[in-house]
């Protein structure tokens, strides 16, 4: 039962009746339009103004752009609306999730790497200063997520680790960050990501813990910020059995449902038995671990009907809006369920202050004040977890020759935080004295690859330096190591004999395929001034201060070895 009066909201009687009168003055249309929390329009594509006033959204998020077009592009969207809009965006490792000139301040898991939440809260800080500076007022984040499946493609790096103190810890000081600026956090992704090692863009994955385990670990987290008073949570396309059959003992396994579509674990676990009174977002609906429940017209209603206030994205906007109006036309969904999702999210805009809300007047992003804090952060959680054989630190005078090889440094689309950091790393080793000669992998050397031994390769380089830049992204199903599969032939079998360092620039876990390299280092993130640190660190000059998150070994007995 929702009710205004209570956290989150702590409304008076006058505001909440007066939220109650404006919903029912609302027409059937401008209530399903609240509804939905659609992908940011393009002022080069469509008329901003004229899609606010035909289609009337609850909610934009945007994906990054100049910060000049995205301050114009919400003010136009706002000005043209007649309930202000959340414009939100992917605010999780910085506020370049919202401008393209914006500081890529590190992923959560090099915050946690730190040990230190003073850098969790300024992730927070610097993104929703970012932020706020264009107009956008929510952020999708933090990611409350445990990275206990060293092998799950998407929460990895995006998460603050596999420990739940930490998380909550690191959460709650990104989260006092953000709303420092004005920004209403969105934590994700419930009922927790991060068990299964599937994707749920690509399906509807699964959390397998038992309900006494999920209590014990993302239960407390979300119970922790519940009882903090966090006004939003994101719901995934993530099952969570145990819970539904405690809820239901005679529910049958073709009737479990990911959370975005479960009323059990809506209603019934997060509202009732956890006491969440806030507003609940989707993740987004185009996923195909939504769309694989039912048949899209019967879902979004199931969706709405499950306990969820908003859907975040369309397919066809047209007719899923058309989805919404029909159920409530044949009684599959209720009026009064539809306008109390409505009261929730004016709620929710009312104690956010957007009712009031301006836009700054000048746009001062303070980017190289944040690059510092950015860097304080990486000079803090670059972490070596292994140096067996003394490789480090690297001088010009022990290993003069380095080859380099980069694996994953590319950009295939599926929403990567960052670019290529082939060019950071040569560019600053080549300053400092090195020969780096950087592996061809689009013309390969079939002499090398078929007959050079060991005395050859020697003759070309003193070091061999391997970077792997093999970020999680949405819609992939490994972030493991791929060689060349033609022989492997940018693996380094030859570690044994020449020294070999490697270093991940983003999946801290790659140890599992290659156990036997004497150094490792994880960086977490691929930024600049991550990269500056850990040359710094190989070339000596500086400490090594990070502690790592996660278990980099994987629990494999051979990456530990030293043998």
Not at 260 to 269: C, F, R, W, Y
Not at 289 to 299: D, F, Q, V
Not at 408 to 430: A, H, I, P, T
Not at 489 to 506: E, L, Q, V
Request: with cysteine; aromatic share 8%; net charge negative.
């Amino acid at each position: 039962m929702l009710d205004l009066a209570k956290k989150p909201y702590h409304l008076t009687e006058e505001q909440i009746q007066l939220l109650h009168d404006n919903v029912q003055k609302m027409s059937l249309d401008e209530k399903i339009g609240q509804l939905f929390f659609v992908i940011g329009q393009d002022e080069d594509q469509v008329d901003i103004n004229e899609f606010i006033q035909t289609y009337r959204p609850g909610g934009m998020m945007y994906r990054p752009a100049s910060a000049e077009k995205i301050k114009r592009q919400l003010a136009t969207a706002q000005e043209a609306s007649e309930i202000p809009l959340f414009f939100s965006a992917n605010l999780e490792s910085g506020g370049n999730g919202i401008i393209s000139e914006g500081t890529w301040f590190g992923m959560p898991l090099q915050i946690a790497a730190t040990n230190d939440p003073t850098h969790a809260y300024e992730l927070g800080n610097v993104a929703g200063y970012e932020a706020a500076q264009v107009g956008c007022n929510m952020s999708f984040s933090p990611i409350v997520d445990i990275d206990k499946n060293f092998r799950n493609p998407i929460t990895n790096t995006r998460t603050f680790g596999s420990d739940q103190e930490r998380v909550i810890q690191m959460a709650a000081a990104q989260i006092n960050g953000l709303e420092q600026n004005g920004i209403l956090p969105v934590i994700k992704h419930f009922p927790g990501d991060g068990v299964d090692e599937r994707d749920q863009h690509l399906l509807s994955t699964v959390n397998s813990l038992t309900a006494d385990e999920w209590m014990d670990s993302y239960g407390k987290i979300y119970q922790t910020f519940i009882d903090q008073g966090v006004t939003s949570i994101m719901i995934g396309h993530i099952l969570q059995p145990a819970w539904e059959r405690n809820l239901s003992p005679e529910i049958a396994d073709a009737d479990l449902k990911p959370a975005s579509a479960s009323k059990l674990l809506i209603d019934g676990l997060l509202r009732d038995k956890l006491g969440f009174n806030g507003l609940a977002i989707t993740d987004a609906t185009p996923m195909i671990g939504y769309n694989a429940i039912l048949p899209r017209e019967e879902l979004l209603p199931a969706t709405i009907n499950a306990g969820i206030d908003m859907i975040l994205f369309n397919k066809n906007i047209d007719e899923d809006y058309a989805f919404i109006k029909k159920a409530v036309e044949n009684g599959t969904l209720k009026l009064e369920r539809i306008e109390e999702a409505v009261l929730r999210i004016l709620a929710t805009k009312l104690t956010q202050g957007l009712f009031d809300s301006k836009l700054p007047e000048t746009l001062d992003l303070n980017t190289e004040e944040h690059a510092e804090k950015a860097a304080a952060a990486a000079k803090k959680s670059v972490t070596l977890v292994k140096d067996r054989d003394q490789l480090l630190p690297i001088t010009v005078k022990r290993y003069p020759r380095i080859r380099m090889v980069v694996l994953g440094d590319s950009d295939d689309g599926g929403f990567k935080e960052g670019g290529q950091v082939s060019g950071l790393f040569q560019s600053q080793l080549e300053s400092l004295g090195f020969e780096v000669s950087l592996y061809d992998r689009q013309h390969l050397n079939f002499h090398e690859i078929f007959e050079e031994g060991v005395a050859e390769m020697k003759e070309k380089f003193d070091l061999a330096l391997y970077i792997a830049n093999i970020e999680t992204a949405s819609n992939q199903t490994t972030t493991r190591l791929d060689w060349i599969h033609l022989m492997a032939a940018d693996a380094p079998w030859f570690m044994k004999s020449i020294p070999t360092i490697f270093i991940s620039t983003a999946n801290p876990y790659h140890l599992f395929d290659i156990p036997a390299v004497s150094t490792y280092i994880n960086t977490y993130t691929g930024n600049k001034e991550s990269i500056d640190a850990v040359i710094r660190k190989m070339t000596g000059t500086e400490a090594f201060e990070g502690i790592s998150p996660v278990d980099p070994f994987c629990g494999d007995l051979t990456a530990k070895q030293l043998f």
